[in-house]
């Protein structure tokens, strides 16, 4: 005989509070570009260029905020290397 528990006692998830908000001013989209020097992505390697971007989102109705980084790297003569 199955005993069915009351829906009532169902812990439910928690509501994101101010705390939420405040933090939310950090995790600003962004861009940038930069220079990697010789050699920074292990011994030997050249130096390139990098344009990179973030972006950011709130899931789970606000619990948590995620980032997406992306980076392009490319040879000083604007060849692609990598992402």
Known sequence: MAIH????HVPQPITPGPEM???ARFHTDVTW????QAGGM???TPAM???GRGTHQQIQDG???VG?????????DGSFVLT
């Open 68 to 76: 997406t980084y992306l980076q392009d790297q490319f040879l000083v």
């Open 49 to 51: 260029t990098a344009h």
């Open 5 to 8: 528990a009351d829906i009532g």
């Open 33 to 36: 570009t930069g220079t990697i």
């Open 21 to 23: 908000t405040a933090l």
């Open 42 to 44: 292990g011994p030997g």
């Open 63 to 65: 619990r948590w905020i």
